[in-house]
Structure formats: C-alpha cells, structure tokens
Nanobody, 114 residues
C-alpha cells in the first residue's frame, strides 16, 4: 500500500516561511509527476504546485514567485518552500500525483495569522 505522508505545517505570521515535506513509500516516486494541493474550509482542493519527473515546475498564479517545489528522488521526498506567506494561504496541504490519484494522506495544516 502506497502511503503519502505530509509534514512541516504550523502556525506562522504573515510574511513568514515554512517548508513542507511529502514522504512517499514505494518505488514509483521517481517515475511520476507530483503535486502539492491545498484545501481551505468550504473550498475545493486545488493544485498549487507541480513538478515533473525531470524537475520542471508549474505554479498556480496565487503562489507564483512565493512558493518553490522541489523533489529528491533518492529520498522519495518532495518539498514545498513557502515564503512571504499570506493569510489566504491558510489551508490543509496535501501531496499526490498530478493524475491517477493515490489515496490521500492526512495532510498538514498551515495557518497564517498574526
């Protein structure tokens, strides 16, 4: 059973930074494009950043220039560096493939508030 485990969330003031990690069990990681998603209360889950198997990246307009996604295939881990955080970034953050979703992990809560 493949597992996705997100970590690194927390409470941060506006303008602050956090680094999220996504650990993936199994040997498929390096062969799949991966994405970071977020879901705020009352909203649908949205894709905010993705990274291909070759390392090319794409970002939602709302996070472009502030978030950076990266991956370490040797460690089966993906990261999301979040800078200049805003209150509207508050959400539960998840990782998954960009298509043919795996069972979702528990996510990690990010709260941006003063």
């Amino acid at each position: 059973q493949v597992q996705l485990v997100e970590s690194g969330g927390g409470l941060v003031q506006p303008g602050g930074s956090l680094r999220l990690s996504c650990g993936v069990s199994g040997s498929f990681f390096s062969f799949n494009a991966m994405g970071w998603y977020r879901q705020a209360p009352g909203t649908q889950r949205e894709l905010v950043a993705s990274i291909s198997i070759f390392g090319s990246t794409n970002y939602a307009d709302s996070v472009k220039g502030r978030f950076t996604v990266s991956r370490d295939n040797a460690k089966n881990t993906m990261y999301l560096q979040m800078n200049s955080l805003k209150p509207e970034d508050t959400a539960v953050y998840y990782c998954n493939r960009v298509q043919n979703y795996l069972p979702w992990g528990q996510g990690t809560q990010v709260t941006v508030s003063s």
